[in-house]
Structure formats: C-alpha cells, structure tokens
C-alpha cells in the first residue's frame, strides 16, 4: 500500500492508498522504498524545531494530533506540520511571502511541500491537501468562500461520513455548510455517541470555520545541554542513584562550560526497566553549573523515585539556561565577606517547593502598597531609587490600609486619638504630615483610598506603640465621603513601627 506520492508519481496518477501491484501496473519503473513510520515521526519532530525559525509555534500535524485527537480519518498518516504564524509574517514581508521563503527552505532540503494558508488550523489543512495550485491561501475572514468548492473529504471526516454526505448529493464544503445546523447536526449525531461531540461532520466544520476553538499543541523545545547514563545492570539501590546522579551532574556541568551557559531549570529523569519512567524539577535562583551544588538540590528528590525492578537508565536535562561567563575562584578560602544567596535559595526552594522563596523589586507609584511586588528570585532587575531625605517607612506595612476612626484637634491636624480593631488609641506625640498625591490615572473607588491625596502622620501612644496613619481627602472638596454621604474625609492605618 503507498503511503506516500511525490509530485511526479502524483502526477501519473498515483496516490496514497493505492495498492502497490496496482500502481507499478501504471508505472512499472516505479521507484518504491518501505515505509517507516516511527523514524518518520521523528524526522517529523526533528523538522517541526527547526521551523522555529520562522515562528515559535510548531507542531507536529497527525491522525491523533491537535487536530485528529477527536475523530481523525482512519489510516491517516503523519505527513505534516502546523506553524502558528500569527504575528510572525511581517518578519518576513508578509504571509505569501513567508510561505514563498518557507517552500524555499525546504526545497533547500530535499523536502517537497505543499502550504496551506487560513485563519484556522483545520481549514489550512485542508488548503494544503486539497486546494489547487495558487488557491491554497484562504483571505483574512474568507475561510468560507476558499473552502465552499473543496470536497467534503476536507473536512478530515470518517470515511463513512464523507460516503454518507456524497450519498445525499452533498460533495463540497460549501453544499454542506449551506445545509440549516440542526438538520446537519441530527443526521450525524448518532455516528458520535449520541451527542453533537467529537467527530461529528458539524464539529469539523465548526472548527474549519473558526466557530470552535483548535488549539495548535506546538512541540517543546529541546533542552539546552543534557547528559545520559545507561546501566549494564538495572539499580535498585539508593546509593547507587546517587552515585549515577553525581556522575550524570558531572557530565551536564562539563557540557555547560562548553557552551558558555548556566542552568537554571533541571529534569531528572529515571527510565525502569518495566517501560515507566519518573521525572523530578528543580530550578535554580542564578544560572549555575556547580556540580556539588546540583547534586545537593536532587539529592531530597532521589529519595522519592521508586525505582520498582529497576532503573536502567537515567538523565539530566538543562530545560531552561542562559548565558554565564566563567567566574574566578579565589585563591583562599575560608575568608569573610558576602557571598552569592544563590546556592541557599535553591537549597530552600528544593526543600520548600516551587514559589517558596521570592524577592521584592520596586514598582513606579507614589502609593506605598503599590510601590514593591513579588518577583521570582534570580538576577536583580531594576535597581531600588535613591530617594533622599525620604522619611522613615514602617517595619511593617499592611497590603491594602484598615480604616480606622479618628478625632483631631483642628480639621488638617493631626488625630488626638483613634479607635482601631476595637481598641481606643490616644496619641502622645506626633510627626508629619507627609503629603502623597496619587498618580494622574488614578482614580476613586468606593471604601478605597487610591483616587485622593494623602496625609501621613507617625504618631506614637501613650504606651510607646508607633503606627502610621493617614487621611485620604480633604476638607476642602468632596473626593471622600463616608457613609452618611457627608464631605469628610477618612482616616486609616497603613503600617506599624515595632
């Protein structure tokens, strides 16, 4: 059985699925050679990562891929790709352009294309197989119109589907898509389990047409530098894991160095000779390649790997790296001084979990439970502002101000005294104010005090407690407003001085 036609075989009248005795009937200098579907996969992997060249979205097109997982043609063979080229094509002058310069490329290759452009995945599929020569690009919200005279074989239906509908007289795309939805959806539904689900010639079209999602599942990238270590004898053994882990950091440490590059995301992969395999992460706060230290991070996680009758093979994959220059050692150890968080991070992130451990970097806003956010630690982005002669701010600020109720002496004063969480606070000395003003886009929610401009006071209790407390709004004008409507402003707490 052909499997696969080039464009002269094609064009003597060969296709695929056609018997082999019956096509060397036709053309009896037929040059045939076996087909070999698993080394076609991967070839087929191999070339989807290197069309990354041309968008970061690649996959590889099949019966039971993104678009087959749900009622693909029976005996559909893995013979495509799927580029997700959305914001890609100006790159390279345009989407016939890129398509030219795809083709190109891969007539550099030795390799034969036919290119389909739509905005679906399912109607460039069809294009692509289906559409003649200089028709296979379907305009900007022309889908229906490129795919009306295309056979209902385009749609990758069932066989029985695409016989059925022929059966009824319906033999192109567009006699089918002009049927009203429910006739359609009731003749085929029983062919899907009773249900307008997966498979169904209304879903198919649904997808063609962009009213159903298809999502492209692109291919992950390679990981940057990886190590593998096989066993002549499978492990069962703790120590021998770690013996092999130790070995396989070596290894991975020494290809970094090759390649200028630091890891900073890890897998550790353990292959059991019954066919299972385990996969342990960790990542890395700096870009490293010590390998001690990554030997440290795995070793907590080797403990949990059941290794069953055995391990017979294990991995280490760089997943994620980035450039590191070499470092100089010091001649002596031992000596005092700051030294790199990095390890002691990783150590407690290993231990922690992912997200345990962060950092804080600035944020521009004048509002102070605006101006810091978490960020995950690594190299340090922005630097934090010189900000001289800025008072002090609290040890500890609140995420979002608590309310609180005041008394002051005169109107823009500062409070005598404040009620907070029930308790009565009178104040023995105070220091301020310091004016905020928000930032221009703010503006005001009800019960929030991001939209009016602020005064904070430090002010200290008769029993030595510091807080930091402001008023949003002034007297003069109505920005805030309690809750019997009346034009005073409100005062809150934002954060404590011990």
């Avoid at 389909?116 to 289906?130: E, I, M, Q, S, Y």
């Avoid at 090759?258 to 706060?285: I, N, Y």
């Avoid at 944020?363 to 690594?378: K, M, Q, T, Y």
Wanted: charged content about 25%; overall charge positive.
């Amino acid at each position: 059985m052909l499997t696969a036609v080039n464009r002269q075989a094609r064009a003597e009248g060969l296709a695929p699925g056609m018997r082999l005795a019956d096509a060397r009937a036709l053309l009896p200098r037929l040059a045939a050679a076996e087909a070999r579907p698993a080394e076609d996969r991967r070839a087929l992997a191999r070339l989807a990562l290197w069309c990354n060249r041309f968008t970061p979205c690649c996959a590889v097109d099949s019966g039971d891929g993104p678009l087959g997982a749900e009622g693909g043609a029976e005996g559909e063979a893995e013979n495509g790709l799927l580029l997700d080229i959305a914001g890609c094509a100006h790159l390279f002058g345009g989407e016939a352009a890129m398509a030219a310069a795809v083709e190109a490329r891969l007539a550099d290759l030795g390799i034969e294309a036919q290119i389909g452009l739509a905005d679906t995945p399912a109607a460039a599929w069809a294009l692509a197989r289906f559409g003649r020569d200089g028709r296979r690009r379907a305009a900007p919200g022309a889908t229906l119109a490129a795919l009306a005279p295309l056979p209902v074989e385009a749609l990758r239906i069932a066989p029985g589907d695409a016989r059925l509908l022929r059966r009824l007289g319906l033999t192109t795309i567009g006699a089918a898509a002009a049927l009203p939805r429910a006739a359609l959806a009731r003749r085929f539904r029983g062919r899907a389990g009773g249900q307008e689900g997966s498979g169904t010639v209304l879903q198919r079209l649904d997808r063609a047409l962009g009213r159903r999602p298809d999502p492209v599942a692109s291919l992950p990238p390679p990981p940057a530098c990886l190590a593998r270590l096989a066993f002549a004898e499978p492990l069962v053994d703790l120590a021998g894991l770690e013996a092999a882990l130790a070995r396989l950091a070596d290894d991975l440490c020494a290809a970094l160095e090759r390649a200028g590059l630091g890891a900073r995301e890890l897998m550790l992969l353990f292959c059991r000779v019954d066919g299972a395999a385990a996969a342990r992460r960790v990542s890395t706060a700096r870009a490293t390649r010590d390998a001690a230290h990554l030997a440290r991070l795995f070793a907590g996680k080797v403990e949990t790997v059941d290794p069953g009758f055995g391990i017979d093979a294990m991995a280490l994959h760089a997943v994620r790296a980035e450039p590191l220059s070499p470092a100089q050692f010091r001649l002596v150890e031992g000596g005092r001084g700051g030294g790199d968080p990095g390890p002691l991070i990783d150590r407690l992130q290993a231990r922690l979990g992912e997200g345990s451990v962060f950092r804080l970097e600035p944020v521009e806003s004048h509002l102070p439970e605006r101006a810091e956010r978490r960020a995950e630690p690594g190299p340090e982005g922005n630097p934090w502002p010189a900000r001289p002669g800025l008072p002090q701010r609290p040890f500890r600020l609140f995420d979002r101000p608590e309310p609180v109720e005041a008394v002051a002496e005169v109107p823009d004063g500062p409070p005598v005294l404040f009620v907070w969480r029930r308790l009565r606070r009178r104040i023995a000395r105070a220091e301020g104010p310091e004016r905020i003003e928000p930032e221009w886009w703010a503006q005001w929610q009800t019960g929030v005090p991001e939209g009016a401009p602020r005064d904070y006071y430090c002010v200290e209790d008769a029993e030595g407690r510091r807080y930091w407390l402001f008023r949003a709004g002034l007297y003069r004008d109505g920005l805030c407003r309690d809750a019997g409507g009346r034009g005073t402003p409100r005062w809150y707490i934002h954060g404590l001085y011990g």
